[in-house]
């Protein structure tokens, strides 16, 4: 049977941390242990979110100033949650979402300043105070990550280096400080040597559906 809470299992990582690719893996690996699963990624999964992600990323975005972003990352989250992830979870489905209240800590915390507490406040707005029962962190040095970006970056792909140092710091920190919910996992090597490090930490935590 399916859980009656459902399980809110969020992929986290700086961008060229290879997140695509690891979800594809984690949420095959799901199915077949038997979970019902619904994938889900941030900025977007709506019709308004996707809206909302084509002006976020767009390189002719430049000049959105950060507390317009934030808004912006944060009204495209509570689309998300009012209109899929939180109807998954009442149906006790494991929810996997690339990104969710911890991309806002990292990014508009660690790279953009904002304060933790007000973050924190705005994203407890944005998910009804839903938080995720699993969080991992896929954590690569800068010149990996650099290395894997897109021959065309989109606009926040563009940000100088020092951003990105700033918000693989602030992920590293949110694992430090909330270790039972927060697993940090080094994408470092094949993806086949990553995806055996997120099952192991998978399987500790989402037994096989009955």
């Known amino acids: 049977m399916a859980r009656r809470r459902g399980f809110l299992l969020t992929i986290e990582g700086v961008d060229g941390s290879g997140k695509s690719t690891q979800i594809r893996r984690i949420v095959s690996h799901l199915k077949r242990s038997g979970h019902i699963v619904t994938v889900v990624r ?14 976020l990323l767009d390189a002719r975005s430049a000049g959105l100033v950060p507390p317009a972003e934030l808004f912006l990352y944060l009204a495209a989250r509570g689309q998300l949650f009012e209109e899929v992830i ?25 790279g953009r300043g904002f304060a933790d ?27 990996v990550s650099a290395g894997r970006m897109a021959s065309r970056p989109d606009r926040l792909e563009s940000e100088e280096g020092k951003f990105f140092k700033r918000v693989r710091a602030r992920y590293r920190r949110i694992a430090r400080i909330e270790p039972r919910r927060v697993k940090l996992i080094s994408a ?20 096989p559906a009955s």
């Open 117 to 143: 507490a007000t973050l924190r406040k705005l994203n407890d707005l944005s998910t009804q105070k839903r938080h995720p029962d699993l969080t991992l962190i896929l954590d690569v040095p800068p010149h």
């Open 188 to 207: 470092v090597g094949t993806p086949d040597e990553v995806a055996g490090r997120i099952r192991q930490v998978l399987d500790a935590r989402l037994k």
């Open 42 to 55: 941030e900025p977007g999964g709506t019709r308004l979110a996707e809206r909302i992600r084509k002006l």
């Open 86 to 110: 939180g109807p998954a979870l009442a149906r006790g489905e494991v929810v996997t979402c690339d990104r969710f209240t911890d991309s806002t800590l990292a990014y508009q915390g660690g």
